[in-house]
């Protein structure tokens, strides 16, 4: 273990020293505090919590671009290390004097320094993302709870607070409820300080490397893309830029830019920075393409009353299987994502549709490394030989696909429209979350029925599925997807979907299973379309729980990593 947290300290310290563009502050290359502060107490476990997510080599068939592409790739990396920076803020304002203490003390060689430092940065702060965003750096306990809203908020602010200030300052509910604004006080009031002006120091400089790669690349669409996305970065407007994300058609697929509210706990009203460079695998996308055609059949497929379906969406699904070169920010904190659906904007969605985008090689090493063995730790050994990489990446595919059916914009009774995330606050991302695995298992039935999928069959998905479900439930219950598994599993166990068997294990029933998952389907799309906010808590508090089953069969995959901790290559990244 030493070893290994001395060499990782040789390569977080270099890599941390990143070089800025000129003009530009220097993302992560720490300096030396004025005068010596405090030296900062890290919990004593923490090496074993790095130990969980090993370093995991993410690279590319370089084959997939040419050299032209790669000036460009390089200019995206640049642009996407300055996002990185605004992400580190908006978790915390301390961050970057943090940041710099435990650099200064991870240079000593001490194990226990060296393992603050690194887990600091997978977390992106001082908080453990896999334990409820625990404290181990100090101060510990209460004293050290991370602010519910992060630092989209004053840190002080309570969610009653705020609601009663939109409700007695009604003309600034727009400014403040928004996506891409910063809530500050100002004396007894509060203001919304647009994005674009509370980070230019990074933006500007992040949307001329944009316009740099735009001005060297021959793909028309990224240009016209990464054009409307560095205007996007002064105007604090998004919409055009997505739309142009939507029509990109070439061998690069990035997206850059604010876009999920995980970080907001207190409303999930505020969009964090993120980036992901891409290239794309032109062959295994046009595999898959033949599954957005049936979107609006699936749609109209939903387990929900007629009343709720939303048939007005735009039908525009593309779907790329991408290998990631690159992420940062939001995209690359604690648990890593396996695929995403963007945009976000309801508005969007509504004119053109939502894109799925499937990042292959990361999906293929969190399988090998975590997935399945957790599966084949927790399931009946009659049931091992079915655990199917096709199920657990095509499940993954028809999640994001799912993120774009069902409600989008609804109907207030006060006759507003306004996007499901409003009414539902700091519920949404979890219920959300929820119901694109639901409708995901929901829909590929459908496929399955019609014959769109035969590489597997339901057995093998339901199979696959159950003994995948405890890796996400490691990821904290207090997190979206984790705690949208637990209410899965504890439906679903209820239901008799799951059985437990001698040894700790769990076997299937397959018609139960099929059932539980309807019925979880309904009650989900029914809370979305209708904006209920205390049926969400009611079905959150019941089954969003880890109960004393599930803490047990937890305790028995210890020695199986929970996630992987990417090095990108192509970023210099040893």
């Given at each position: 273990?030493?070893?290994?947290?001395?060499?990782?300290?040789?390569?977080?310290?270099?890599?941390?020293?990143?070089?800025?563009?000129?003009?530009?502050?220097?993302?992560?290359?720490?300096?030396?505090?004025?005068?010596?502060?405090?030296?900062?107490?890290?919990?004593?476990?923490?090496?074993?919590?790095?130990?969980?997510?090993?370093?995991?080599?993410?690279?590319?068939?370089?084959?997939?671009?040419?050299?032209?592409?790669?000036?460009?790739?390089?200019?995206?990396?640049?642009?996407?290390?300055?996002?990185?920076?605004?992400?580190?803020?908006?978790?915390?304002?301390?961050?970057?004097?943090?940041?710099?203490?435990?650099?200064?003390?991870?240079?000593?060689?001490?194990?226990?320094?060296?393992?603050?430092?690194?887990?600091?940065?997978?977390?992106?702060?001082?908080?453990?993302?896999?334990?409820?965003?625990?404290?181990?750096?100090?101060?510990?306990?209460?004293?050290?709870?991370?602010?519910?809203?992060?630092a989209f908020y004053p840190a002080d602010m309570t969610r009653g607070e705020f609601e009663r200030y939109v409700t007695t300052h009604p003309a600034q509910k727009d400014e403040l409820e928004g996506l891409f604004t910063i809530v500050r006080r100002d004396g007894v009031n509060l203001v919304g300080i647009p994005y674009s002006a509370y980070y230019k120091a990074f933006l500007d400089p992040a949307a001329a490397r944009l316009r740099e790669a735009a001005a060297l690349t021959s793909d028309s669409s990224l240009r016209t893309y990464l054009t409307k996305l560095a205007d996007a970065f002064a105007s604090n407007n998004y919409r055009d830029s997505d739309m142009a994300w939507m029509d990109l058609d070439g061998s690069i697929e990035a997206v850059i830019g604010p876009y999920e509210v995980y970080e907001d706990g207190l409303f999930n009203y505020k969009a964090s920075f993120e980036s992901f460079v891409t290239v794309v695998d032109k062959t295994e996308s046009e595999k898959l393409a033949i599954y957005a055609q049936h979107l609006p059949d699936m749609e109209r497929n939903l387990p929900e009353p007629e009343k709720y379906k939303n048939l007005s969406r735009g039908t525009s699904s593309p779907i790329k299987v991408v290998q990631e070169i690159y992420t940062a920010g939001d995209a690359r904190r604690g648990v890593q994502t396996s695929a995403f659906n963007l945009p976000n904007d309801e508005v969007v969605r509504e004119k053109k549709g939502s894109k799925k985008v499937l990042l292959e090689n990361v999906m293929e090493a969190k399988f090998r490394l975590s997935g399945r063995p957790i599966a084949q730790r927790v399931l009946d050994p009659a049931l091992t030989d079915l655990i199917s990489f096709d199920a657990y990446f095509t499940h993954t595919l028809f999640h994001e696909m799912s993120h774009g059916l069902g409600p989008g914009l609804i109907t207030q009774p006060d006759g507003q429209r306004v996007e499901v995330r409003i009414p539902l606050k700091n519920l949404f991302?979890?219920?959300?979350?929820?119901?694109?695995?639901?409708?995901?298992?929901?829909?590929?039935?459908?496929?399955?029925?019609?014959?769109?999928?035969?590489?597997?069959?339901?057995?093998?998905?339901?199979?696959?599925?159950?003994?995948?479900?405890?890796?996400?439930?490691?990821?904290?219950?207090?997190?979206?997807?984790?705690?949208?598994?637990?209410?899965?599993?504890?439906?679903?166990?209820?239901?008799?979907?799951?059985?437990?068997?001698?040894?700790?294990?769990?076997?299937?029933?397959?018609?139960?299973?099929?059932?539980?998952?309807?019925?979880?389907?309904?009650?989900?799309?029914?809370?979305?379309?209708?904006?209920?906010?205390?049926?969400?808590?009611?079905?959150?508090?019941?089954?969003?729980?880890?109960?004393?089953?599930?803490?047990?069969?937890?305790?028995?995959?210890?020695?199986?990593?929970?996630?992987?901790?990417?090095?990108?290559?192509?970023?210099?990244?040893?």
């Open positions: 273990m030493t070893r290994f947290l001395i060499a990782f300290a040789a390569i977080a310290l270099t890599a941390c020293q990143t070089i800025a563009p000129q003009g530009s502050p220097a993302p992560a290359a720490p300096s030396a505090p004025r005068s010596a502060p405090a030296k900062l107490t890290v919990a004593p476990d923490t090496p074993q919590r790095l130990a969980q997510l090993p370093r995991t080599v993410i690279d590319y068939d370089h084959a997939l671009l040419n050299d032209n592409d790669r000036q460009v790739v390089a200019k995206l990396i640049e642009a996407s290390k300055l996002i990185d920076e605004i992400y580190w803020r908006q978790v915390s304002e301390d961050n970057p004097d943090l940041r710099t203490r435990l650099y200064a003390q991870a240079k000593s060689g001490s194990p226990l320094a060296v393992a603050g430092y690194g887990y600091f940065l997978l977390n992106k702060g001082r908080w453990d993302r896999l334990r409820q965003d625990e404290p181990f750096i100090a101060p510990f306990g209460p004293a050290g709870a991370k602010p519910p809203g992060a991302s979890t219920i959300e979350e929820c119901k694109a695995d639901v409708l995901g298992l929901w829909n590929i039935r459908y496929a399955l029925d019609r014959k769109l999928i035969t590489s597997f069959d339901e057995r093998q998905l339901y199979a696959t599925y159950a003994g995948l479900m405890f890796r996400s439930m490691r990821f904290g219950i207090d997190e979206a997807h984790g705690r949208g598994t637990a209410v899965q599993w504890n439906w679903i166990r209820e239901r008799g979907g799951v059985v437990p068997i001698a040894g700790g294990r769990y076997t299937i029933d397959v018609p139960k299973f099929r059932d539980a998952v309807q019925s979880l389907a309904t009650e989900l799309l029914t809370i979305e379309a209708t904006g209920d906010y205390d049926r969400a808590r009611a079905l959150l508090d019941k089954y969003g729980v880890s109960t004393p089953e599930m803490q047990s069969v937890i305790a028995t995959l210890a020695d199986i990593p929970v996630d992987i901790a990417p090095v990108f290559p192509a970023a210099g990244e040893k």
